[in-house]
């Protein structure tokens, strides 16, 4: 799904429905202090991202880390994007 999305407008529209009405929508809402919008589409950027990088290009070390460490990895700042300041 992640490498169709950028050659088909279908598949990036149900992505995007699927990232911010399944994914971010149901929990960013209900954490976010302000801008939940803008805090779900941060949060989309490092979701995707990591899903591009780590099982389609498949970039070494991401692609075979387990999994506690990428977690531990990216966990600070998908919490910033949740909660904390984003100006800055």
Avoid: K, N, W
């Amino acid at each position: 799904m992640i490498r169709s999305v950028a050659a088909h407008p279908d598949a990036a529209r149900m992505m995007r429905e699927f990232v911010s009405g399944v994914i971010l929508g149901r929990f960013v809402g209900t954490v976010a202090p302000d801008r939940p919008d803008e805090r779900a589409a941060l949060c989309a950027t490092q979701i995707l991202g990591l899903g591009m990088v780590r099982y389609v290009l498949r970039l070494e070390p991401l692609a075979s880390a387990d999994h506690p460490a990428v977690v531990a990895a990216i966990a600070p700042t998908i919490q910033r994007y949740l909660t904390g300041s984003l100006d800055g």
